[in-house]
């Protein structure tokens, strides 16, 4: 398995999705990418800003990519192994103008207004393209991933994403030194980060919706505009990771999942609504 760096470059960020985007770097499944992203406003400090390519087009966030996979197919499913998400110095957490928190990071601790928070950073964006041609958005998370906003997604843990398209075409940005579920402002504190990611396949693992794996327990993710139907796509992917994982029947699943998994509201800010179900592992014995 080889490393791949992305250097922190104007030609390998990106700022919407499509599938007919040239990736920047190609990797063989199982390799791992350092990746190097402003903040979600393209800024690497608070005076520096990064002029995309064509701004008029690149609207959206700051990502890297995209990355191809080798040999990956649609409708298999990409592991996303997340090795390590370092911040920047800094970070501004914004709301309606003209309200701001610019806040000073170090040593895992961000300093503003004068409070302090202990962080805990992690990627808001994860995902690949819809497979419809044309400019699609980076705001809404979609079922293949994109802006999912997940402060549970930090260094040690790993997302799983069904494939819309060959070779994946991944990309990754939004750094969140800090973020609270729902992120109920619009933004967390938003810091340009330095990232390191493992990409591979997992042709056992079919899904219609995404999951992770996170420290004690699993996640299943839904995303609709109405919060209840979100709802509903998170704990119809919950039961069938219990039926996987658990060898219960779907009727048991249902059952114990009213008992044992939590419902958690991801983010209520990015047009389409994001809830995640967790079931800990620690739940049943």
Known sequence: MSTHELP???????????????PVLTVEAGDTVRISV??????????EHVASRDPSLHTG??????????GIRAAQTLSVRIDDVTPGPWG????EPPHRIDWDLADGVGHGLGRSVQLAPFLGVLGMP??????????PPRRWGGNIDCKELVAGTTLFLPIPIDGALFSAGDGHALQGDGEVSGTA??????ATLTLDLRDDLPLEWPIA????AWLSFGFDEHLGRAARIAVDGMLD?????????RGDALALASVVVDLRVTQVVNETLGVHAVLRDDALR
Do not use: K, Q
Request: no cysteine; hydrophobic share 40%; proline share 9%.
């Open 8 to 22: 922190l470059d104007a030609a390998n960020l990106h700022g919407y999705f499509s599938r007919e985007l040239e």
């Open 189 to 194: 504190i938003e810091a340009p980060v330095t």
């Open 92 to 95: 501004v957490t914004l709301s």
């Open 38 to 47: 402003p903040n979600a406003g393209w800024d690497v400090a608070r005076d």
């Open 61 to 70: 966030h700051a990502l890297a990519g995209p990355i191809e996979v080798r």
């Open 241 to 249: 990771l219990m039926e996987r994982e658990l060898g219960v029947a």
């Open 213 to 216: 794996r996170i420290r004690g």
């Open 130 to 139: 819809p497979p419809d041609p044309g400019v699609h958005t980076t705001t």
